[in-house]
């Protein structure tokens, strides 16, 4: 897997890519509120371009723990004119949503990701996205955000992980995705414990046989809480350090908030191991 196509863009993997969070809810874990309305969200989304984010994450919908679903007409209210205004700029737009109505809007919008914690599980979803050429991200999530946390089990959770995405990747390359607009996503924090999250990313580079680019989203999460003691908006240097140790295992693509920071742990990364 050297490349990752998404719509016309194509993103070489011999360096790691950077994935800039924007949370367009009033509720989402780390910054909900923060970003309420279309122009907070798009003034974000350009700042963190210009940190050096190489795709733009757009979200409607909190997948946090608890939470609950959020109303199709009202994620289309939420995400739509964020995707429109920083296509329109021309950068790499993605969009986090398991609708699959939505997942239609916005490529048409002008995402070229669509990213979905549900795997294209849902009716329609896969029809949505296949005929299109948006790169797609299929993730790994034990139940639903209501109850994924409530008493996740796993025989063997590397096992069960990469078992389940390499069963949606090929479901998607026989409707008709290639290799190269695939991402896998092992989900860390959805529907599993603190040892199944380490697990994982103690073991991350086995994804990398399934032939499609692999993503890391750790970004502020609790399992960082838990090791550092820290509040989620306290979280800075264990995020850069849980990318940073992502991308030594395997990952070619880190979903953050912070950027700059990130962009600039991987840059000292890439230069001392030769490939900057």
């Known amino acids: 897997m050297s490349v990752l196509r998404c719509g016309t863009f194509s993103f070489p993997l011999d360096r790691p ?3 800039g ?3 367009v809810t009033p509720d989402s874990f780390s910054d909900g509120g923060r970003l309420a309305t279309a122009q907070q969200a798009i003034d974000h989304a350009r700042r963190l371009h210009d940190e050096g984010a190489d795709l733009l994450d757009i979200g409607g919908e909190s997948t946090r723990p608890g939470a609950g679903e959020v109303p199709l007409d009202e994620e289309r209210r939420r995400v739509l ?6 296509a329109h700029e021309g950068w790499a737009v993605s969009v ?3 609708k699959p109505a939505l997942m239609r809007d916005a490529v048409a919008a002008g995402a070229v990701l669509v ?7 849902a009716q329609g979803a896969l029809e949505a996205v296949a005929a299109t ?5 299929v993730m790994h999530m034990q139940g639903a955000p209501r109850t994924m946390q409530q008493e996740p089990r796993y025989a063997d959770v590397v096992a069960d992980v990469h078992g389940f995405l390499a069963a949606r990747v090929e479901v998607l390359r026989l409707a008709g995705v290639a290799s190269d607009r695939i991402v896998v996503d092992p989900g860390f924090g959805f529907g599993k414990t603190q040892e199944h999250n380490l697990d994982l990313l103690r073991h991350l580079g086995r994804f990398r046989d399934l032939g499609v680019a692999v993503l890391a989203g750790l970004s502020r ?3 960082l809480g838990r090791i550092t003691g820290r509040e989620v908006g306290d979280r800075l240097p264990a995020s850069v350090a849980a990318a940073l140790i992502a991308v030594q295992h395997g990952a070619h693509i880190v979903r953050v908030h912070d950027v ?15 490939n900057g």
């Open 115 to 121: 990213n979905d914690v549900n795997a294209f599980r």
């Open 221 to 223: 999460k609790s399992m």
């Open 81 to 86: 004119p964020v995707v429109e205004a920083l």
């Open 260 to 274: 700059a920071a990130t962009r600039d742990a991987l840059a000292v990364w890439t230069s001392v191991m030769g």
């Open 17 to 19: 890519l950077i994935m």
């Open 133 to 137: 050429d948006a790169a797609v991200c």
């Open 21 to 23: 969070v924007v949370n």
């Open 96 to 98: 986090d949503t398991q």
